[in-house]
């Protein structure tokens, strides 16, 4: 697994990828329906799969205040990308530039141009360029104008609800686990450093292990 990023460059042998592109906060069962279906492509066109995210995440470029809900770290997510199939973790850096990127510059310099993809696979909400105009029916016109073949995966529901981040955040803060499992399809877990802590363990009678969360 390579982790690109656009400032590196994507190497001769990536280009012409298929693309799965979103933010794949926690690669719940709705990203592993789009990343699944990436990789499927690529296998069948016999192309490379990069799954293509976001750090920060867009919500917290536009709204700095808001206390930390992310699910996955770039680690994580990387390690989760790899083991769907994927050849490599695109980052995309989300600043001032990337949120000013229109939805033509951003299918043609950054999709067409920087990444050089053959195809790009979204969910069938996501949306993209300044101020949010651009969906999946735009990113099909603006892809085959710039000759990259645009597909949007269809949702994917639990209990007749759309399966998505906020409904597992809520669902972990509710301590509702097993519908944040359910969803996942995995265990939830943090990551990070051990640290020593005030020995509390040894009076509950269980090991506990402090980790210092950040952001």
Do not use: W
Not at 5 to 15: H, K, N
Not at 113 to 136: E, H, M, Y
Not at 186 to 195: K, S
Request: hydrophobic share 40%; net charge negative; charged share 25%.
């Amino acid at each position: 697994m390579q982790r690109l990023t656009l400032d590196g460059g994507v190497p001769d042998p990536l280009r012409g990828s298929i693309v799965a592109l979103g933010n794949f906060d926690g690669f719940h069962l709705g990203h592993q329906a789009v990343v699944g279906r990436a990789i499927a492509r690529a296998f069948h066109e016999r192309r490379p799969a990069i799954v293509a995210t976001f750090d920060p995440h867009p919500v917290k470029f536009f709204k700095p205040d808001l206390p930390p809900f992310r699910l996955t770290t770039l680690d994580q997510r990387e390690q989760l990308f790899t083991h769907a199939g994927a050849d490599a973790m695109l980052v995309f850096e989300f600043n001032r530039e990337l949120a000013a990127t229109d939805a033509e510059e951003f299918v043609r310099d950054a999709l067409a141009g920087q990444i050089g993809a053959a195809g790009v696979i979204t969910g069938d909400d996501f949306s993209f360029g300044k101020g949010r105009t651009g969906d999946p029916a735009l990113l099909k016109t603006l892809g085959e104008q710039h000759g990259v073949v645009a597909e949007a995966v269809a949702q994917v529901l639990l209990d007749g609800e759309r399966i998505s981040s906020g409904r597992i955040r809520e669902a972990l803060v509710e301590g509702d686990i097993g519908t944040a499992t359910h969803m996942l399809t995995r265990d939830y877990a943090i990551a990070g450093v051990v640290q020593r802590g005030d020995q509390r363990g040894r009076e509950l009678g269980y090991p506990t292990a402090n980790i210092a969360m950040g952001d």
